[in-house]
Structures are given as structure tokens and as C-alpha cells.
T-cell receptor
Framework: GDSVTQMEGPVTLSEEAFLTINCTYTATGYPSLFWYVQYPGEGLQLLLKATKADDKGSNKGFEATYRKETTSFHLEKGSVQVSDSAVYFCALSKAGSARQLTFGSGTQLTVLP | GAGVSQSPSNKVTEKGKDVELRCDPISGHTALYWYRQSLGQGLEFLIYFQGNSAPDKSGLPSDRFSAERTGGSVSTLTIQRTQQEDSAVYLC?????????????FGPGTRLLVL
């Protein structure tokens, strides 16, 4: 079945450091790919998405590129802020009867001032 | 406009009791999803509604779990004879139903604790 594997956490960085959170997927066909973020005490929010190969999703300084050849969708940000501290989830969705999101295990990011 | 709302926000119940969790999707969203977030299992899909019908119920973990949606809007997830392993945060999401690329918007969740 479909699956998403993401970098184990927790990740701790200093403010202004470069961030990469790795995400790879296994799926037949052509899934859409998402990054969701969960800030402390809040619900899941969409951070960015890409719906076809070579698409780049971007939002709030975060970027991820849909790489079909490596089945990856790594999340990057050039300079993290304390306010980026949250749990980040990579997910995929496929066309079909259910269209549910299949999530990775989540990566806890803590940014220190 | 208003986002997805869920009630109650927290629920504590005794093992063996039944619980009902409610979800109000974003107005106009025809697709509705239930997920469960627990420490041991991460985020798991439970069920998807397309309008009032549920094409896929395979994610429901046991026959103690059921869900319905009426009027193409509000949905209720019912857990009968709750067990301690049912303790989790139950999340509801909604989206337009134009395809798998559509963004799912999540509610704040119901935190269920079974004693």
C-alpha cells in the first residue's frame, strides 16, 4: 500500500539556520503531495502542496519540490525562526474512492533563539 | 468564513461507555474525512464521506466504530463500548470534492480519554 517516510525527529536548530526535513513516498500512480504543520496547541494546517512531478510548493519561506524520480518531497527553509517551532507532517493523496491523506510520522522542530 | 468545527473539544469517558463526536465542515464542502491521531499510531485515516455516503469504510478500526453524515453537512463519529486504546485525538477535515489534489481543512480535534 501507499506509505510516507519522513525524517525522524526531534530536530533542534538555532534561529536563522537552514532547515531540511526529508520525506519520501511509496505509491502507485501519481499522488498529490502535501506538507501540513501543527503548531503547539493548534490543529493541522496546510503549509504547501504540489500536485504533479517537478512542481514546487512554497509558503512562508518554506519550499518543497515534487521529485518523481527519487519519490521525494523534502521540505526546506533557508532561515528558520523561533515561530517555526512545530510538528511537520508530509502526506500524500491519490485519486480513487477514498482520497484520504496518508501521513508520515511527523517531525518535531524546535528553533532556539 | 468559519472553519471546520468539532465538539466536544475534550471528552473523558469510562471504559465500556459509548461516545459521540461531532464535526461541522466548512460550508459548501462536500467531502468530509475523519482521522485519528494517537501516540503509537500517528495519523490514521478512518472514513471518508462524499456527500452523505461513505464509499470507503475500510479505515474504521473495528465494528465498534461507526459514522454518519446527514444533509451533506454535519457528521457524527460514534464509538461504542469504548476501550482504553481508543484514547486519541479525533480529527475531522473537509474539502471540495474536485479531486485528490484538493486541500483538506482540519478542525481542532476532539481529545478522547478512556479511563
Amino acid at each position: 500500500g501507499d506509505s510516507v517516510t519522513q525524517m525522524e525527529g526531534p530536530v533542534t536548530l538555532s534561529e536563522e539556520a537552514f532547515l531540511t526535513i526529508n520525506c519520501t513516498y511509496t505509491a502507485t500512480g501519481y499522488p498529490s503531495l502535501f506538507w501540513y504543520v501543527q503548531y503547539p496547541g493548534e490543529g493541522l494546517q496546510l503549509l504547501l502542496k504540489a500536485t504533479k512531478a517537478d512542481d514546487k510548493g512554497s509558503n512562508k519561506g518554506f519550499e518543497a519540490t515534487y521529485r518523481k524520480e527519487t519519490t521525494s518531497f523534502h521540505l526546506e527553509k533557508g532561515s528558520v525562526q523561533v515561530s517555526d517551532s512545530a510538528v511537520y507532517f508530509c502526506a500524500l493523496s491519490k485519486a480513487g474512492s477514498a482520497r484520504q491523506l496518508t501521513f508520515g510520522s511527523g517531525t518535531q522542530l524546535t528553533v532556539l533563539p | 468564513g468559519a472553519g471546520v468545527s468539532q465538539s466536544p473539544s475534550n471528552k473523558v469517558t469510562e471504559k465500556g461507555k459509548d461516545v459521540e463526536l461531532r464535526c461541522d465542515p466548512i460550508s459548501g464542502h462536500t467531502a468530509l474525512y475523519w482521522y485519528r491521531q494517537s501516540l503509537g499510531q500517528g495519523l490514521e485515516f478512518l472514513i471518508y464521506f462524499q456527500g452523505n455516503s461513505a464509499p470507503d469504510k475500510s479505515g474504521l478500526p473495528s465494528d465498534r466504530f461507526s459514522a454518519e453524515r446527514t444533509g451533506g453537512s454535519v457528521s457524527t463519529l460514534t464509538i461504542q463500548r469504548t476501550q482504553q486504546e481508543d484514547s486519541a485525538v479525533y480529527l475531522c477535515a473537509s474539502s471540495t470534492d474536485r479531486g485528490s489534489q484538493e486541500t483538506q481543512y482540519f478542525g481542532p480535534g476532539t481529545r478522547l480519554l478512556v479511563l
